[in-house]
């Protein structure tokens, strides 16, 4: 398929990504934009099925249907959709480090803290989902894609607004592996529908295993209703035992049981990283807790606040390191994810930092040319985020404002702190 001349609607097909059983995905340029995208296409056949081909349309209208609506770091961008009479395509980010599949088999297993990491993420993005009215209904590994390192994109949100009866009707179709309790039995469905699916993804990440298997739909189904499955940490050496608990509460029977919400479930997650994650490594989840920690980015939606992770250069600093020298010239400054330093002036002390501050932001504020006002040396060891002008303005304009006024927040409450002092 490589070099095909092919043009669909404004699409030049470059080459076949993948087939599947209902159309296929091409890697193809955007004439208008010159922008590559995934573009997927349904077969006409597919929508002439006696069978199922009033389900599949329905699906793919209902992915269509997204296109420009849906906006979060870890899901597939749906940035275009045409559908008609007997054929239709969607034009999608590229997503180029393939599926989880590729990770569920004992001898392909990614180190737990990445799993962990992965599925923390896929938490954030189900939320955001969720809050803007979608359930997924079919979370699997298949349909969660990797950008990168441990950087997912959940894909295919066909399934979310089927009807019931479509719904069961898909089941049909596809993998029940992952299906919830209340989903194979046709009840309506929640967010902890999906947490059910993300938690059997989840556990095959960790042991190469399904918790949930039989030799008939009808045996697999009881399972899923009724059987408890092992720990991940007896079939996996390195998974800890708080770990276990982690997933087994989100593989409860009954959705009440399960994590009470979204933020609970990737709270859980982002301390588990810490018991496993490499020493001196830095954990996505521990940056973007940090930053969530601040209270005028707490609110802030997922985009914009990986955003400003990203934007960071961050580093574990030891106790007794010089992190700004007063008369040096310096545009960024840095936040305070944990620790504690002191602010000098010659040998005056003006000022302790805390963990959730900033640190030498009256130098970005004045701009280039500055030079810093007093010196930093942290107190106990830190884990910090540098933040250089250059960085910053590569970002959105809304997390730039979030990120401004939490840093101008800052000054104002040390100013506070300074008045208060000079009244006594």
Known sequence: MDGLSLQV?????????????????????????GREVALKTIEPEVFRDPEFGTVHRSAFLNEASLAGKIRHPHIVAILDAVVEENSGHIAMEVVRGGDLSQFVTPDKLLPVADALQIVFKCCGALDYAFREGIVHRDIKPANIMVARGTEPKISD?????????????TAAMGSPYYMSPEQVEGKDLTFHSDMFSLGVV?????????????????????????QDPAPPSTLRQGVPKQVDALVLTALMKKAPYRHATWAEFADGLSKAVGLVIEPGAIADTEKFTALKKVELLSALPDAELWEIVNAGAWSRIPAGTLLLQ??????????????QAKVT???????????????????????????????????????????????????SVGAQLHLTRAVTRNVVDRLQMANLRLAR
């Open 157 to 169: 949100f066909g399934a979310a607004f089927l009807k019931r009866g479509e719904a069961a009707q």
């Open 9 to 33: 609607g404004k699409y030049d097909i470059q080459q076949m990504l993948g087939q599947g059983a209902t159309g296929t995905v091409y890697l193809a340029i955007d004439t208008f934009s």
């Open 202 to 226: 989840l556990y095959e990440l960790l042991t190469g295993q399904r918790p949930f298997t039989g030799t008939s739909l009808e045996e697999l189904v009881q399972k899923i209703l009724n």
């Open 345 to 395: 002036l010659g040998a005056k002390l003006l000022n302790l930092v805390n963990e959730s501050e900033f640190v030498g932001e009256m130098g970005w504020i004045h701009g280039p040319g500055g030079a810093r006002h007093a010196s930093v040396v942290s107190i106990t060891d830190m884990l910090v985020a540098e933040y250089a002008p250059e960085a910053l303005a590569e970002i």
């Open 326 to 339: 007063e008369g040096e010239p310096g545009g960024g400054f840095y936040f305070l994810a944990s620790g």
